[in-house]
């Protein structure tokens, strides 16, 4: 379960997955609810808990919502940007029962870093909140996304991560969704920049295997097999907004025509089995041809519904990812095209350029 | 492959003394009734063996004695399954899942 607490956030990234349009202060959801649906998530089977946003930290109530996940049995894992992390304040959530923290690097090259995070300094933060969390005993995952304006330090990102004591690293291409999706010319690299990153992780997988973890994906557009996007509608991740909306992935509220339910109205074990939103692509019954008879149909589960909804305009079609979508080769295209481009400036996240999106 | 590869990877052997180190929890979940090894981004599904294997790990027993304690109680030849317990743990170890 993804819980994102806030939208909140000091820093800008251009790539977040958070949607365009940042969800009110004033609607979050108070302490008593989140603690009630954190219950809730681990009767009905939730093993995994993410504490993400926006930036969770700047919850003060962060350290009892922990302090549930423990009591009831979920896994706590804080996805964090860390620029506003003190040592004490990790101690108290360590107290609490935490149980692994996850840091975003923007690159290994601080000014650059920061260049992109839009928050000066925030690189120096991170570096430092990595050593306590290290200090206190806690796994450490580092969590660089990668895209055309970071990609040449990826050697660096590597030894970076391994130098700070992680024991995970995530160095996925952005997916273009959101914030990122709006940046895409910005951000996108060449079929060669993605190709030479995937043989470098491949490499450095053997040199560091037993000592760090490296997570990996390529773009969507580069590749001839979609994805099986959050392992499948409705099969085993939910996220829920900061307003308390229950959603089967991050961009699900840009699919005309689905109406997500409110954990203050209705059980998360009813909105996950019950409601339309879940169901409308869960499973394969839904698929079109050629998704509905292809060998993959349960290994991708039909690839990514936003995705399609995006390029082929219909949230029921094929994932022009899939080397089956009559849509393939121009996907391909759009991205060789941009990636050809010089940059443009880029449009960091912020509630000013949300409206202005 | 050579077992020493990387510098800071843990290489097991039967001296080795194995634990679910901080971050790793290995727990019995009710709502699939199964057991299940939770890690950061990950969830591992031992099956019976690893679990017995992995209850044994307290840090304080070599693997040399897990192997004893496990012929004893399964009836079976202590040196296939030391070999067998290192290959799980070291495959373990590489993942994070163990430390020693």
């Given at each position: 379960m993804l819980a994102e607490l806030t939208h909140r956030c000091p820093l800008q990234c251009p790539y977040c997955s958070n949607p365009l349009e940042l969800e009110r202060v004033a609607g979050e959801l108070p302490t008593q609810v989140w603690l009630d649906v954190l219950a809730q998530a681990a009767e009905l089977g939730v093993l995994h808990l993410h504490l993400s946003g926006?930036?969770?930290?700047?919850?003060?109530d962060l350290e009892a919502i922990v302090a549930q996940a423990a009591k009831v049995g979920l896994y706590s894992n804080l996805i964090t940007a860390a620029v506003t992390l003190t040592r004490e304040r990790l101690d108290r959530l360590a107290a609490a029962g935490l149980d692994h923290v996850q840091i975003s690097i923007q690159d290994a090259a601080p000014d650059n870093a920061d260049r992109i995070a839009h928050y000066r300094g925030g690189h120096a933060k991170k570096l430092e909140a990595a050593r306590w969390v290290r200090e206190i005993g806690l796994p450490l995952t580092i969590n660089a996304p990668i895209h055309r304006q970071n990609i040449a330090s990826l050697p660096a990102i590597i030894e970076l991560a391994v130098s700070l004591g992680a024991r995970r690293l995530e160095v996925a291409h952005v997916q273009y969704y959101g914030w990122a999706l709006r940046n895409r010319q910005a951000l996108m690299p060449t079929r060669q920049q993605v190709l030479t990153s995937a043989q470098l992780v491949e490499r450095a997988r053997e040199r560091l295997r037993g000592v760090l973890t490296i997570d990996f994906v390529v773009p969507d557009y580069y590749a001839s097999r979609p994805k099986p996007c959050m392992g499948g509608w409705g099969r085993g991740s939910l996220n829920i907004t900061p307003s308390g909306k229950v959603l089967p992935c991050h961009a699900a509220e840009t699919i005309p025509g689905l109406v997500f339910e409110n954990v203050r109205d209705r059980s998360l074990r009813e909105i996950w089995l019950g409601s339309e939103a879940f169901n409308r692509?869960?499973?394969?019954?839904?698929m079109p041809e050629p998704c509905r008879s292809c060998a993959f149909r349960e290994v991708?589960?039909?690839?990514c519904r936003c995705q399609a909804l995006a390029?082929?305009?219909?949230?029921?079609?094929?994932?022009?990812?899939?080397?089956?979508?009559?849509l393939h080769a121009e996907f391909a295209a759009v991205a060789g095209r941009e990636a050809a481009q010089e940059p443009p400036p880029l449009v960091f996240r912020n509630p000013r350029a949300a409206t202005a999106s | 492959m050579s077992e020493a590869q990387s510098p800071g990877r843990v290489v097991i052997g039967p001296a080795s003394k194995p634990a679910l180190p901080r971050g790793v929890k290995m727990r019995h979940d009710a709502t699939r009734d199964r057991w299940t090894i939770l890690a950061p981004e990950r969830v591992f599904e031992p099956d019976a063996i690893a679990v017995a294997v992995l209850q044994l790990c307290d840090g304080v027993r070599s693997v040399e004695v897990i192997a004893a304690e496990l012929a004893n109680t399964y009836n079976a030849p202590r040196e296939r399954i030391l070999a067998d317990i290192v290959t799980m743990l070291q495959g373990l170890a590489d993942k994070g899942v163990v430390v020693a």
């Open positions: 926006g930036e969770p930290t700047v919850r003060q692509f869960r499973g394969t019954g839904w991708d589960w039909g690839g390029f082929a305009g219909d949230a029921g079609l094929t994932d022009p990812a899939c080397a089956k979508s009559p | -």
